[in-house]
């Protein structure tokens, strides 16, 4: 894929091989089955696409092999950019060729999830690593993996894929394949039973931010870390914590004097929560960086 333009879009081929005792076995599957899977397959592509590339790009999906009954392994091809085709195959992990050592996966994060709930993802914006608040256990990955392993539309779309057409057959193994044929992942029976659409619940999404700022108090709490409030040179205000311990003794050694209009440098902290239909803004002053000349 490197010898093409990173825009120019071009044909990557996969494929996905389903495998079970009974009539797997004799490489037929039932065609309403197969179809809903090539569906799910097709929106996955295209979900994951949005998710990856940050909107900017899209993936069309072709089917090259023959969709019918009696088929036991369907060859697609991806019509992408070479950057996009790569974000989204590892990405969701049908592939491993070229990944890094120790690289998550959305297929490995829904198999360490189990059947829990995820109940909180935070995203810090500077590393772009999220945490999976997972019934008390947290698991860091990074933001894109996070976003595909928490998408409505990619779980239900891997449940078709992976799960629904195999769903109850005895022995079940689902391989994907690459180039030239090559295995490159294979899900288990033990483990394609994870692959269930997101459990429903009030996932929390925190988005952490921390910019340096110029501000300057306009209410003071003497007595504590909260209960402050600043403006910015731009003129937003808020209500802030302050965490800065050192800062905080000064305050209450009386060395600072805090006089109309004197400036700081900030380190400041934005984190912003998104439940379903609600959204918390909290901002808090991590260190004070300096005191500006009047």
């Given at each position: 894929?490197?010898?093409?333009?990173?825009?120019?879009k071009?044909?990557?081929i996969?494929?996905?091989s389903?495998d079970?005792?009974g009539d797997?076995?004799?490489?037929?599957?039932d065609?309403?089955?197969?179809g809903?899977a090539?569906?799910g397959?097709d929106?996955?592509?295209?979900?994951?696409?949005?998710?990856v590339?940050n909107g900017s790009?899209?993936?069309?999906?072709k089917?090259?092999?023959p969709?019918q009954?009696?088929?036991?392994e369907?060859?697609?091809a991806?019509?992408a950019?070479?950057?996009?085709?790569?974000a989204?195959?590892?990405?969701?992990?049908f592939?491993?060729?070229?990944?890094?050592?120790?690289?998550a996966?959305?297929?490995?994060?829904?198999?360490?999830?189990?059947?829990?709930?995820?109940?909180?993802i935070?995203?810090?914006v500077?590393t772009?690593?999220?945490?999976?608040?997972?019934?008390g256990?947290?698991?860091?990955?990074?933001?894109?993996i996070?976003?595909?392993?928490?998408?409505?539309?990619?779980?239900t779309?891997?449940?078709?894929?992976?799960?629904?057409p195999?769903?109850?057959l005895d022995?079940?193994?689902?391989k994907?394949?690459g180039?030239?044929?090559?295995v490159e992942?294979?899900?288990p029976?033990?483990?394609i039973?994870l692959?269930?659409?997101?459990?429903?619940?009030?996932?929390?999404e925190?988005?952490?931010?921390?910019s340096?700022?110029?501000?300057?108090?306009?209410?003071?709490?003497f007595?504590?870390?909260?209960?402050?409030r600043?403006q910015?040179?731009?003129?937003f205000?808020?209500?802030?914590?302050?965490?800065?311990?050192?800062?905080m003794?000064k305050?209450a050694a009386?060395?600072?004097?805090f006089?109309?209009?004197?400036?700081?440098v900030v380190?400041?902290?934005?984190?912003?929560?998104?439940?379903?239909?609600?959204?918390?803004n909290?901002?808090?002053i991590?260190?004070?960086?300096?005191?500006?000349?009047?």
């Amino acid at each position: 894929m490197s010898k093409h333009p990173k825009d120019e879009k071009i044909e990557t081929i996969f494929a996905i091989s389903y495998d079970a005792e009974g009539d797997l076995a004799n490489h037929t599957i039932d065609a309403r089955s197969l179809g809903n899977a090539i569906l799910g397959m097709d929106e996955l592509i295209k979900a994951a696409a949005k998710i990856v590339s940050n909107g900017s790009s899209e993936a069309n999906l072709k089917v090259l092999a023959p969709a019918q009954e009696g088929s036991l392994e369907v060859v697609f091809a991806i019509f992408a950019d070479p950057l996009t085709t790569k974000a989204i195959l590892t990405g969701v992990g049908f592939v491993t060729t070229g990944v890094a050592v120790g690289s998550a996966t959305a297929i490995e994060v829904i198999e360490k999830l189990k059947d829990r709930k995820i109940d909180k993802i935070t995203v810090d914006v500077t590393t772009k690593i999220a945490t999976l608040d997972v019934e008390g256990e947290k698991i860091e990955v990074p933001e894109r993996i996070a976003q595909l392993v928490t998408d409505k539309t990619v779980r239900t779309a891997l449940h078709k894929v992976i799960k629904a057409p195999v769903e109850n057959l005895d022995g079940a193994r689902v391989k994907f394949l690459g180039e030239n044929n090559k295995v490159e992942v294979e899900i288990p029976s033990e483990k394609i039973k994870l692959f269930e659409p997101i459990k429903v619940g009030s996932l929390e999404e925190v988005e952490i931010q921390i910019s340096q700022v110029i501000v300057k108090f306009i209410t003071l709490n003497f007595k504590g870390t909260s209960g402050w409030r600043i403006q910015t040179r731009e003129g937003f205000e808020c209500g802030v914590s302050i965490e800065d311990h050192d800062f905080m003794q000064k305050v209450a050694a009386n060395e600072e004097a805090f006089q109309k209009d004197k400036l700081y440098v900030v380190n400041l902290q934005h984190e912003q929560t998104r439940s379903p239909g609600k959204t918390r803004n909290a901002y808090t002053i991590k260190r004070v960086v300096e005191e500006l000349a009047p």
